[in-house]
């Protein structure tokens, strides 16, 4: 379970209903962001890789600034950014389950190695790939 003093990683999707003010953001994934004061929230640079792949992909329309200054906004958020470290890059490789997507591997095993829960609606991070959640 996740206690007040836990990391958070907000993931792709959880990062764009705060940037969109979406309801589809949960109430106490929201107020756990607004908490950036007092507990650590990171957003991981693989995000920022995620969200320009489907930009250019068209699958994703998203403010300029959010591509072009990812780091700043992130920051401004007050949030952290995290880097893709070469433990986490291998953790994800090696992580069991059948669960395909290269970014939530990615973001899974940033989560396990820095001990942080995922801020995701996204169960399989759980289910699958063995990261904490946080919704």
């Not at 995290?82 to 290269?102: C, N």
Request: proline letters at 4%; hydrophobic letters at 50%.
């Amino acid at each position: 379970m996740t206690g007040p003093d836990q990391p958070l990683l907000v993931d792709t999707a959880a990062f764009l209903f705060w940037h969109a003010d979406s309801r589809r953001l949960s109430k106490r994934a929201r107020a756990a962001m607004l908490e950036a004061l007092h507990r650590q929230v990171f957003v991981s640079a693989v995000s920022g890789f995620e969200i320009a792949t489907k930009v250019r992909l068209g699958k994703l329309e998203v403010p300029t600034v959010l591509l072009n200054e990812f780091a700043y906004v992130v920051e401004s958020d007050g949030f952290r950014v995290l880097e893709l470290d070469a433990v986490s890059a291998v953790r994800a490789g090696l992580l069991p389950g059948e669960h395909r997507d290269p970014f939530d591997r990615l973001l899974a095993a940033q989560a396990i190695v820095h001990r942080c829960a995922v801020v995701t609606p996204d169960r399989l991070f759980t289910d699958s790939l063995g990261a904490e959640v946080f919704w």
